[in-house]
């Protein structure tokens, strides 16, 4: 198989010290300018952070507790003393008087205990405290201040710095709390708080009863001659209106025009009654006469006429006006109609007298009633006077004795000292300190000391910019971290002039029969990451295009040249040809790797002077690699890399199996551009913690633009200090691991 055997050309055999198969990152060559990626920092990153700067945070944290408990054990010890006060919302405020039976109302509880609280805190209580124990003093508010400046805060109101009043939830307590050095004092002057609150209300009500019985004596003279000037006023319009009391008077006159009124409005019914009755009789109509109270005789005399008619007409039929009969019947009818009219005339002359009566009864009555209206109205009229002038004299002898009952109230609830604000616990000197709390104190230091630490760690970790983790780089520079190469100063050791060229002289062996853990932790990483980069680079060429590689950085100081040497020793340690180059013609530092001071070089090849293989040295001990070294440096001979070192660079591939060029920084050198573009591939070199994010980056575009074959980036310099997981892949590279039985 073609591949596999290209595989086993590539990759030499495992030899007996069992050394762990090397993972490797293909490299993606990019193609165009892509824009960094903003990467999602993992939750292990952090916890990485914390480990790197765990040293220096449980340095900073002891030191915070170690200051902490220094200064909390030089502080001065500060008691504090606490008086309870019991604020009784039920209790009344008075002996006599409306206040002496009401209860304040439970939803102003909170308003009122704030009162009490700023009552508390008041100049007029605080005053007299702070002159008895030199409570101004005492606190300093009164030291370093001139006299003047000392009087003047003496006469302002007094404010104590150490005292607290508070209320715990839900109670009608109020708990007054003064701190000072002695807890005697401290006791002492929480009770005398306390006492000068008690006294102080007192006092308020005091002075509120004394001015308000000065203010009702003052009035009480005058309600005296206002109540007697209205009482003689009351008594003088009795006089005047000759009644006691207008107002019975007026009921009476008021019920008998109701009652004059009830019998003018029958009168006139019984009137109209009666006269229409007599109108009717003088119209001569027999129904009106019959309708009348008479009228049930002259019923009957009209029935006895009409029979008497009926008889004497039947006796005129049959009988003549001469026969006896007939006579007896005219004699019977003249006799009905006699007592007919006879009753008639009676009838309507009564009906004419009542009439006559009921007309006269209604005009007296109709008189009586205007009389009565009048003399109502009189009486009515000088009523409103009346009751004016009663209601003025009530009012002002109620007022009156109102003014007095309030006078004796106030004498005798002045002297009443109420029990509704009392002292319920007094104020004890306490046993220890409230301040300095030394384990509350470390307690907080540590906290805020740990939360300070790991902020400053994580915010120092988000404001570095450079490169330190290989995934973190792969994801924001948008291109493959192939490799990273662990911190190996031995490595990186310029050997002595006079040392044979070896490739000892570039990556020491341990001394003769040292097994020290760290020397060969150290040689065995850097050298299996070497392998990993070449293995990485040379099985992702699958068509064997790479003959030439440039190694560049974006600054000086990188290490590209050390992992230039190394990476060519790898190389021809596999039994492939290898030509490393030089091509730095400003700062070149390849040959002192190899301890060679050459004059000639790839400048001089450049200019035409010597030919390429004049100048190639080859390398002690690794027939396999060769070196052309940079000779002298000259603008000239840089200027000269873009047209020749194409056509060189196709020489060096007919006898070499790789070339690898050193090249200069590509940032700010021209020179490393032409290399990049004539090359088959570039490997960008950067130092772990020291190379921007930035510079990398445009390095990547700088390629990309050219069209450049972008290998990879390789980390250098990385440790557990720089990167997360960066160093931990050739952690276990060690001898001391996978060489116990040498």
């Known amino acids: 198989m073609p591949e596999q055997s290209r595989l086993a050309e590539i990759i030499p055999p495992v ?37 790197r700067h765990l ?74 405290v702070a002159e008895q124990f030199h409570l101004l003093d005492r606190e300093g508010q009164l030291k370093r201040m001139s006299p003047e400046k000392a009087q003047e805060t003496a006469q302002a109101p007094v404010t104590l710095s150490r005292l607290k009043v508070t209320r715990p939830p839900n109670t009608y307590l109020l708990l007054i709390s003064y701190r000072s050095p002695d807890p005697g004092l401290a006791a002492d002057v929480a009770n005398a708080i306390a ?52 107002e019975e008077k007026t009921n009476i006159l008021s019920s008998r025009l109701l009652q004059l009124n009830t019998e003018y409005t029958t009168a006139q019914a019984e009137r109209v009654q009666k006269e229409a009755a007599w109108n009717a009789m003088k119209s001569g109509s027999l129904e009106a006469v019959q309708v009348s109270s008479q009228g049930q005789d002259l019923a009957k005399l009209s029935d006895s006429l009409n029979q008497a008619r009926q008889r004497f007409a039947l006796v005129k039929a049959t009988y003549g006006s001469t026969h006896p ?16 009219e006879s009753t008639r005339n009676n009838i ?14 209604e005009q007296m009555l109709q008189k009586t009633v205007a009389e009565t209206k009048a003399e109502w109205d009189r009486v009515n009229s000088r009523s409103f006077e009346y009751q004016q002038l009663k209601r003025e004299a009530d009012a002002d002898k109620t007022l009156y004795d109102e003014l007095i009952r309030k006078i004796r109230e106030a004498d005798i609830n002045a002297g009443f000292q109420n029990n509704n604000i009392r002292i319920a616990d007094v104020a004890r000197p306490p046993l220890g300190p409230v301040f300095p709390n030394i384990k509350l104190n470390l307690i907080l230091a540590f906290l805020f000391s740990t939360l300070l630490a790991v902020g400053a760690a994580l915010l120092q970790d988000t404001l570095d910019t450079t490169l330190r983790d290989p995934k973190e780089a792969s994801r924001f520079l948008g291109t493959d971290v192939i490799g990273t190469m662990p911190v190996d100063r031995l490595a990186a050791q310029l050997p002595r002039a006079a040392a044979p060229v070896t490739a000892a002289a570039i990556v020491p062996k341990p001394p003769q029969g040292g097994k020290g853990k760290n020397y060969y932790r150290s040689t065995s990483d850097f050298e299996e990451a070497v392998r990993t980069i070449r293995n990485t680079i040379l099985l ?62 790839l400048s001089n090849v ?23 070294p940079a000779g002298l440096g000259s603008h000239r001979a840089a200027d000269l890399i873009g047209p020749r070192l194409a056509t060189l660079l196709d020489e060096f591939a007919k006898e070499y199996d790789l070339v690898i060029l ?72 060690n001898y001391g691991h996978y060489h116990k039985s040498e």
């Open 15 to 51: 030899q007996s010290n069992n050394l762990p198969a090397v993972t490797y990152y293909p490299p993606i060559p990019l193609q165009q300018d892509f824009e960094p990626e903003a990467p999602s920092v993992p939750l292990s990153h952090y916890l990485w952070v914390l480990r």
């Open 55 to 128: 040293w220096e945070m449980i340095a900073f944290v002891t030191t915070c507790v170690l200051v902490t408990a220094v200064v909390s054990a030089r502080l001065q010890p500060i008691y504090e003393s606490t008086a309870t006060v019991d604020v009784d919302r039920q209790a009344p405020s008075e002996v006599v008087g409306q206040d002496s039976t009401r209860s304040s109302a439970p939803n102003d509880a909170d308003q009122f205990l704030a009162t009490q609280v700023k009552l508390i805190q008041s100049d007029g209580v605080l005053r007299p």
């Open 195 to 246: 006492n000068s609150y008690l006294a102080h209300t007192y006092d308020i009500r005091i002075r509120s009863s004394a001015s308000l019985s000065t203010f009702m004596e003052k009035q009480l003279d005058e309600l005296r001659a206002k109540m007697e000037k209205s009482g003689l006023a009351l008594a003088q319009f009795e006089k005047d209106l000759d009644v006691i009391n207008p």
């Open 325 to 340: 009969e007939y006579r007896k019947a005219a004699s019977e009818l003249a006799e009905v109609e006699r007592q007919f």
């Open 348 to 361: 309507a002359e009564r009906i004419a007298v009542e009439y006559r009566e009921a007309l006269n009864r």
């Open 540 to 601: 992702s060429d699958f068509e064997g295009r790479l003959r030439s590689i440039v190694i560049t950085s974006a600054a000086p100081s990188e290490g590209k040249t050390t992992i230039a040497a190394h990476l060519a020793i790898a190389n021809a340690d596999r039994g492939k040809k290898t030509l490393i180059v030089d091509g730095d013609l400003r700062r070149p530092s390849l040959h002192t790797k190899f301890g060679i001071t050459p004059r000639e070089g």
């Open 606 to 628: 450049l200019t035409g002077e010597m030919q390429w293989q004049d100048v190639v040295l080859p390398v002690e001990g690794k027939p396999n690699l060769s070196v052309l």
């Open 662 to 733: 050193d090249s200069p920084p590509l940032l700010g050198f021209a020179e490393c551009l032409q290399m990049a573009t004539a090359a088959d591939g570039v490997l960008i070199i950067s130092r772990a913690g020291e190379t921007r994010r930035g510079a990398v980056a445009e390095v990547i575009s700088v390629l990309n633009r050219l069209r450049a074959n972008i290998i990879g980036v390789v980390l250098n310099q990385v440790s557990q200090n720089t990167s997360s997981d960066g160093y931990s892949s050739y952690g276990y590279y």
